[in-house]
């Protein structure tokens, strides 16, 4: 049986509004998945060598519930544009390059090797229309032994003729693509209508069969933006809300429905998803670089949703999950100082836990520490200055607000370190 010890200090969400803190300890992994957590070794594992890390912090590795691999190298370009610009001057036509295995392969690997540079093993990605480089970014995934959600994205109408397919064809790749990949084990396939303003109700009612087919999830953005909450009852004139679009077509009853933003949810959203247990994936960067709108975190929370964070790489320009984090609360109190009846400031623990063990929950039992969970764990620096001290609630905070790859010194994934 293979077993490892690690010593550190242990720092994990176990809810939203608690940090479970063990400093100088000593946490027992069996054949992948966590033990123990003791303050000493326990006597039966005495003998088994100790991995030891002094003060730095272990930590679980974070979940990234919305991110466009395919818009990676868009990194930090047209950020002075909203939305829709955004799309039609930038990322439409970067999208439209996939269908070249060359520029597909360079950008799906550096995605993929900056994931885990920045600790995120855990990822739920849109790719683009094109499936062979669709299939690459897959098996990249898998190769690299990460946890994921992969979608083939499909777009109908609305679309610029570069980037769009008939509704026959959508359907049709993506039914290969399904079909291609059943039975993965880490990885997934996921559907990935892009969002409401490019399906035809066609499109949308064709996906909910091959959920129902293949067993498979959705993931789409839904009320973003006030511009694309509209348009999409516009176009989807008998439907009563964005959710309702994908519930009706059985979207969201065959594996997690994930939805980006959830900015401008009515009641009927909320209750849709809520029914539905999906994720509402909170992206702060993207929000304020192209969105301009803030998801009310503490009050959708209050109201049992669950949430999540995503770095929305290229509406988000940064990779790191951590930094999401500490977004994430400085987001929210803009919005209780803008709109005090809206939504309240959030702590650092209930973010992490967004980040960690709430997102984690789409990909099974990974982000804690509690006994049976998964080891896909980072080691973190201390963080501290030389002359001074701090608690490891202090050390984990500024990790997210000031730290970057280089504190973080060591991954694990199923107790294997990489
Ligand atoms: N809505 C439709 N497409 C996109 C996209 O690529 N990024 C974001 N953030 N929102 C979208
Ligand atoms: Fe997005």
Redesign the pocket.
């Known amino acids: 049986m293979s077993i490892i010890i690690l010593h550190g200090d242990i720092v994990y969400a176990p809810s939203a509004d608690e940090l479970a803190i063990h400093e100088n300890s000593y946490i027992v992994v069996k054949e992948g998945c966590v033990e123990g957590i003791y303050p000493e070794v326990p006597e039966q594992y005495k003998g088994v060598p100790v991995t030891d890390y002094g003060r730095k912090m272990i930590i679980p590795a974070f979940s990234d519930l919305h991110v466009?691999a395919s818009?990676y190298v868009q990194r930090g370009i047209g950020m002075d544009c909203l939305?829709s610009d955004w799309?039609n001057n930038y990322?439409f036509p970067q999208e439209s390059r996939f269908s070249d295995m060359e520029y597909a392969k360079n950008c799906y690997d550096a995605f993929v090797d900056d994931l885990i540079r920045h600790g995120t093993f855990h990822v739920n990605a849109f790719a683009t229309i094109h499936r062979e480089a669709t299939d690459y970014l897959f098996n990249r995934l898998e190769e690299k032994g990460l946890y994921g959600y992969v979608g083939k994205v499909n777009m109908d109408c609305n679309s610029p003729d570069f980037l769009i397919e008939t509704t026959e064809e959508s359907l049709r790749e993506t039914e290969v693509y399904l079909d291609s990949h059943k039975g993965s084990k880490r990885v997934k396939a996921i559907l990935a209508p892009?969002?409401a303003p490019t399906c035809s109700k066609p499109l949308i009612d064709g996906l909910g069969k091959l959920a129902a087919k293949y067993a498979c999830g959705v993931h789409t953005?839904l009320v973003?933006s006030l511009w694309?909450a509209e348009e999409a009852l516009r176009l989807f004139p008998e439907y009563g809300s964005d959710a309702e679009i994908y519930e009706r077509a059985g979207l969201m009853n065959h594996g997690p429905s994930i939805f980006?933003h959830v900015i401008f949810p009515s009641k009927e959203d909320i209750r849709i998803l809520k029914k539905h247990g999906s994720y509402a994936v909170h992206c702060p960067d993207?929000t304020t670089n192209?969105?301009a709108g803030i998801m009310p975190v503490q009050r959708l929370n209050e109201q049992g949703m669950k949430i999540t964070l995503g770095s929305?790489i290229a509406?988000g320009h940064g990779i790191a999950i951590y930094k999401q984090v500490a977004r994430a609360v400085q987001l929210s109190k803009l919005k209780e100082f803008y709109e005090p009846s809206e939504s309240k400031t959030i702590t650092l623990t209930q973010a992490f836990y967004h980040a960690t063990k709430e997102a984690g929950s789409a990909f099974g039992k990974v982000g804690s520490f509690e006994k049976g969970y998964l080891f896909n764990a980072l080691v973190i620096d201390t963080m501290e200055d030389p002359w001074m001290t701090m608690t490891a609630e202090e050390r984990l905070e500024r990790f997210c607000y000031i730290g970057d790859d280089r504190n973080i010194r060591a991954r694990y994934i199923e107790g294997r370190e990489l």
């Open positions: 466009h818009q939305l799309l990322t892009r969002f953005h973003e694309e980006a993207a192209i969105i929305d509406g």
